[in-house]
């Protein structure tokens, strides 16, 4: 339950050093105009050469995680998943990875966390921090009185907004059209979204990716089942 779950007080308490450890700023690399106040955060946690950009929420076995490797190498990805077993199973899928390819950076830029996203995300990352939040293949919590489990949701899509940059994208796939209808409707209500033009969605990369490498994509693929996509683009905040 969440009693075990552990999260910073805020993003900048986070150690993500043992995360991706290939991108943990040596001494003599970090910022010239780092602050003395920064040097005492430091002291705690690594400072990193850059920040996680791209989360998978519920990444499952890390399927998405491992694809997206080696077509974004210059991001940092990081799967969260609320399943302990799993979130190990995910963590260990990567350090043989890694050990596999030792003269490449490859796999270096993927990490997997054990968290509740429904509760926790502003703890782990700034405002604007994220460019991309993939949400694949989410429980769909049929019955109407498990629909507050649902990950999309009128409090959840805010936090969404507040993580992400302006410009940034919400990619939702599932194979249960009620669930599809469900995240579409709540995020085109929110008025931090807007839905992504088709042809535009057809020709993001990332949507070839989500929608044959996660596990639940594959079995989705053999049983001949349907696949709902729907992308979400991050707005400018309004002024006023
Ligand atoms: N995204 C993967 C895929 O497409 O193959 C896994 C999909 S699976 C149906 C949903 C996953 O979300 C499960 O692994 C589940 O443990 C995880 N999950 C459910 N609620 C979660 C939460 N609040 N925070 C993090 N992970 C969650």
Known sequence: ?????????????????????????????????????????????????????????????????????????????????????????????????????????????????????????PNFFKKSQLSKIFICFPDPHFKARKHKARIVSVTLNSEYAYVLKPGGIVYTITDVEDLHEWMVHHLEAHPSFERIPFEEQEADECVKIMRTETEEGKKVERNNGPKFVALFRRLEDNPW
């Not at 150690?15 to 003599?28: G, K, L, N, R």
């Not at 890390?62 to 963590?91: H, N």
Request: glycine share 4%; charged share 20%; net charge negative.
């Open 1 to 121: 339950s969440d009693h075990q779950l552990t999260y910073p007080r805020t993003p900048i308490d986070m150690d993500w050093s043992t995360f991706f450890p290939a991108f943990v700023c040596h001494q003599d690399q970090e910022p010239a105009d780092a602050k003395s106040q920064d040097s005492i955060a430091v002291m705690s946690t690594k400072k990193m050469k850059q920040d996680v950009e791209v989360i998978d929420i519920g990444c499952g076995f890390g399927g998405l995680l491992v694809a997206l490797a080696p077509s974004m190498p210059e991001k940092l990805i990081l799967g969260l998943e609320i399943r302990t077993q799993v979130t190990e199973f995910v963590q260990e899928r990567i350090r043989s990875l890694r050990a596999q390819n030792p003269e490449t950076n490859v796999y270096q830029n993927i990490g997997c966390l054990r968290a509740n996203t429904m509760k926790f995300l």
